[in-house]
């Protein structure tokens, strides 16, 4: 896999962050590059995604949508069936093993609908760490059931009531937690954002998902996919997948969130309707106004009603 | 020479420290903010940073982030904020810096953005989420035209306090604490510890002002006996401002600022 050494996807990425963060960014940087590679923790991560997340998932041919549909052979890869329901536990795992080598003793994390949140309890709960969750207020409401796990897996739920109390605000929570805790915390990111070296780590922990199904693929038709397709929301379930394919011939469509129709103001489509900006730590497409203020997204995956 | 560096100098001459003060243009109105500017003034501070509010400011406590919400909701745009430093900039020649976050310098385009912002009166920027290695466009847009005042951190290496202090110019904002701006954890060794080493790497090559958590006389005191140049009080103001009348605020303004500009005053 290939490593950006300045942390720049052209002229994406990058490290737009608080000098306080600077020696923490460094070190987590130092530390990915050790391991990253290394025979042991390689191992000891694919045990986890094996025994406890629940790897390899299946990849499903979909024979009554493939026929309704009457052209491709649909497949889809399976991998709501991990251990927690979503992708989220690949990156969680080898984060959090990343962070027990570090010798991290308390890891924060930022969560939207609650499923990062639910994988990075899930992961310290099997390395025996402590875990604190960000969560917009929002969406403590419209997940309770995530938030209710979240607890029973030992992890607490900071609400976040700043802001538009939602995932932006939960992440910017996290990071004032971080910044205040540089020392101590480890933060594991969950999405393809933030500054660098989170974009590549979480690129490389969910590339799992495409290097499956380059062998699943090959086993079932003897070549890769010719059209690979997965939802773009913060990212890490796209690139995971799409990442290992880029290569190949398969053509790639990644699908956002349009919610009420782009030219609302009420969708979630970043990279289709978005400029480009600096947030959170990084050069990124962004939903924002004339004036450069960020703006809320829209997005039904939390729940399919608003709560004030 | 910019009217940041001219009031170092002035101030240097004088044996005194400088005291920086922040506020949040548009808080909690536009009204409030030309009083408080001018207890400001008449309390004898010497820089005025502005803030401008961004929707998601990450390196700020909850005073801040109340203000910035405030102040975006009272339709605070960069145009009004230019026109509000235009007004004072008719009132004072006190030097203004404005303290916001990149991402409002980099949608108009850090070249337009800075020399609007000069235009209005502007000398200076902070700006706590831009890192040096992202600096350049930046820079080279503010050169000669406006200084560019960076931060670091007690946890900066000294290699890095190094090449940071070549990149700023006006002076080095030290970060006192581990944290956002406005918590309250006391005067702490390892910052003491800090502005002592930061102050020996830049060798008096540019003055160091040590800002987040600075709210009381005595903290003042504490960061000036150690070596600062120059302190920031930002959160306290806001909470004076309030908590004040606005038939009071620049009388209470006025007081206030004078028990902090006294600790800087060599007796």
């Not at chain 1, 979240?150 to 109390?165: A, D, F, I, R, T």
């Not at chain 2, 400011?57 to 909701?73: E, F, K, T």
Request: include cysteine; proline fraction near 4%.
């Amino acid at each position: 896999m290939k490593y950006p050494k300045d942390g720049k996807f052209g002229e994406f990425g990058g490290k737009y962050i608080p000098e306080t963060l600077v020696p923490a960014i460094e070190e987590l940087e130092e530390n990915y590059l050790k391991f990253k590679d290394n025979k042991d923790f390689k191992k000891e991560l694919d045990y986890y995604l094996k025994q406890y997340a629940g790897r390899p998932t299946p990849l499903y041919y979909a024979k009554n949508l493939s026929e309704k549909c009457g052209g491709a052979k649909i497949y889809l890869k399976r991998e709501d069936l991990l251990h927690g329901g979503a992708h989220k536990i690949n990156n969680t795992l080898g984060q959090a093993l990343l962070a027990k080598k570090m010798n991290k003793k308390r890891i924060i994390a930022e969560t939207g609908a609650g499923q990062h949140g639910v994988a990075t309890a899930m992961a310290c709960a099997v390395l025996g760490m402590k875990s604190e969750v960000y969560m917009g207020y929002k969406d403590t409401i419209r997940q309770k059931l995530n938030v209710y796990r979240m607890n029973m897996l030992g992890s607490k739920v900071h609400p976040v009531k700043s802001g538009s109390k939602t995932l932006k605000d939960a992440i910017n929570e996290a990071i004032r937690d971080w910044i205040t805790n540089v020392e101590s915390t480890y933060y594991l990111l969950g999405s393809a954002v933030g500054p660098h070296p989170y974009p590549v780590m979480v690129r490389d922990f969910q590339s799992v998902i495409g290097e499956e199904i380059k062998v699943q693929m090959k086993k079932i038709s003897n070549k890769t996919p010719d059209i690979v397709i997965a939802c773009v929301g913060g990212g890490s379930n796209a690139i995971g997948t799409f990442y290992p394919l880029v290569d190949t011939n398969a053509e790639i469509i990644g699908v956002e969130a349009a919610g009420k129709g782009l030219k609302s103001k009420y969708h979630s489509a970043t990279l289709s309707a978005g400029s480009k900006g600096v947030l959170h730590g990084m050069m990124t497409y962004l939903l924002q106004d004339e004036e450069g203020q960020i703006t809320e997204t829209h997005s039904i995956s939390a729940c399919i009603f608003d709560v004030d | 020479m910019s009217r940041i560096k001219e009031k170092f100098a002035e101030l240097v001459a004088k044996k005194e420290k400088a005291l920086i003060a922040y506020i949040m243009v548009g808080y909690p109105n536009e009204k409030t903010t030309m009083t408080a500017i001018r207890g400001l003034i008449k309390g004898g501070t010497d820089i005025i940073e502005l803030g401008f509010p961004f929707s998601d400011p990450l390196a700020d406590g909850p005073v801040i982030q109340n203000a910035s919400m405030i102040s975006l909701d009272n339709g605070i745009k960069i145009n009004r904020f230019f026109n509000i430093v235009k007004k004072i900039r008719k009132e004072t020649d006190i030097p203004l810096v404005l303290m916001t976050y990149t991402n409002i310098l980099y949608h108009k385009g850090y070249p337009k953005f800075i020399a609007e912002s000069k235009k209005a009166g502007i000398d200076g920027f902070i700006l706590p989420d831009m890192s040096i290695e992202e600096s350049k466009e930046y820079l080279a847009s503010a050169k000669n035209r406006a200084d560019t005042i960076f931060l670091v951190s007690p946890n900066t290496t000294k290699s890095r306090i190094e090449r940071i202090a070549k990149s700023s110019s006006g002076f080095l904002y030290l970060v006192a604490v581990y944290g956002t701006t406005g918590v309250k954890t006391g005067i702490q060794n390892y910052t003491i510890k800090a502005i002592k080493e930061v102050k020996k790497i830049t060798k008096g090559k540019i003055p160091v002002g040590v800002g987040f958590g600075v709210s009381t006389p005595n903290d003042v005191k504490k960061y000036i006996n150690a070596g600062a140049d120059a302190v920031i009080v930002g959160s306290a103001f806001l909470k004076l401002i309030e908590k004040t009348p606005h038939n009071k605020l620049e009388l209470d303004i006025t007081a206030f600022t004078k028990s902090l500009k006294r600790q800087t005053v060599k007796k």
